[in-house]
């Protein structure tokens, strides 16, 4: 299975990292998102893998394969119709890689999530297996998750990788132009403007299909 490097990465981890999508939603159902994956608590750890180059028999993805992961990841989306100006980062001083985009509308932004997941999981065993996307019309904003659970999977895991992935967090951050009247998930925080939404939850939890980022919010 051939894996995002980034993502692989993250996983041979002994210390914390963040995942975070973030969506800026315009009235007229256009945007932008960003991406982020953030290692920098771990960062010392990583410098340290990756000059291993490997950890516990895993093969640690070298600087040039995640930049090519990078370079994949975004000419995978800039083909996809309604999304524009994809650009990726990689901040090798502090471990935070980015991808962002514009899109014309959520139709889009789901294709590109759903090409990238395939892309990077041919044999459709990981991310390609579950299905997320966006929703959105004028009233409500729907994010969408349907992941298969693997907590057995988790439970055969060493506790030390459970542990990171119980520390390992996934945050979603949603804005808006307008204000928002409610938020579905019941531990989804709003900004004091009443214009963005933030729902931080364990990656364990989303792994083992205790949790979920399925969040509808009303205007």
Same mark, same amino acid.
């Given at each position: 299975?051939?894996?995002?490097?980034?993502?692989?990465? @993250?996983?041979?981890?002994?210390?914390?990292?963040?995942? #975070?999508?973030?969506?800026? =939603?315009?009235?007229?159902?256009?945007?932008?998102?960003?991406?982020?994956?953030?290692?920098?608590?771990?960062?010392?750890?990583?410098?340290? +893998? &990756?000059?291993? $180059?490997?950890?516990?028999? +895993?093969?640690?993805?070298?600087?040039?394969?995640?930049? @090519?992961?990078?370079? #994949?990841?975004?000419?995978?989306?800039?083909?996809?119709?309604?999304?524009?100006?994809? =650009?990726?980062?990689?901040?090798?001083?502090? +471990?935070?890689?980015?991808?962002?985009?514009?899109?014309?509308?959520?139709?889009?932004?789901?294709?590109?999530?759903?090409?990238?997941?395939?892309?990077?999981?041919?044999?459709?065993?990981?991310?390609?297996?579950?299905?997320?996307?966006?929703?959105?019309?004028?009233?409500?904003?729907? #994010?969408?998750?349907?992941?298969?659970?693997?907590?057995?999977?988790?439970?055969?895991?060493?506790?030390? %990788?459970? +542990?990171?992935?119980?520390?390992?967090? &996934?945050?979603?951050?949603?804005?808006?132009? #307008?204000?928002?009247?409610? @938020?579905?998930?019941?531990? @989804? %925080?709003?900004?004091?403007?009443?214009?963005?939404? &933030?729902?931080?939850?364990?990656?364990?939890?989303? &792994?083992?299909?205790? $949790?979920?980022?399925?969040?509808?919010?009303?205007?």
């Amino acid at each position: 299975m051939k894996q995002f490097p980034i993502i692989l990465l @993250a996983s041979l981890l002994t210390g914390c990292f963040e995942i #975070r999508e973030e969506v800026n =939603m315009k009235a007229d159902g256009s945007g932008e998102v960003l991406f982020t994956v953030n290692l920098s608590q771990s960062k010392d750890n990583v410098r340290n +893998y &990756m000059a291993m $180059g490997t950890v516990e028999g +895993y093969k640690v993805p070298k600087k040039e394969e995640v930049e @090519a992961g990078l370079e #994949r990841l975004k000419t995978t989306m800039s083909a996809v119709p309604g999304m524009s100006t994809v =650009m990726t980062k990689s901040d090798w001083s502090s +471990y935070i890689f980015t991808v962002s985009g514009r899109f014309a509308h959520v139709e889009a932004l789901n294709k590109a999530m759903e090409t990238v997941a395939k892309e990077f999981d041919k044999e459709g065993k990981n991310a390609a297996s579950g299905k997320s996307g966006f929703g959105y019309n004028n009233t409500q904003f729907r #994010r969408t998750f349907s992941y298969p659970s693997k907590s057995k999977e988790f439970q055969a895991l060493p506790s030390m %990788q459970q +542990y990171v992935l119980e520390t390992a967090k &996934m945050t979603s951050i949603y804005r808006f132009e #307008r204000s928002i009247r409610n @938020a579905s998930h019941p531990k @989804a %925080q709003l900004s004091p403007s009443g214009k963005a939404v &933030m729902l931080t939850l364990p990656v364990s939890e989303l &792994m083992q299909g205790t $949790g979920t980022l399925a969040n509808t919010i009303s205007f």
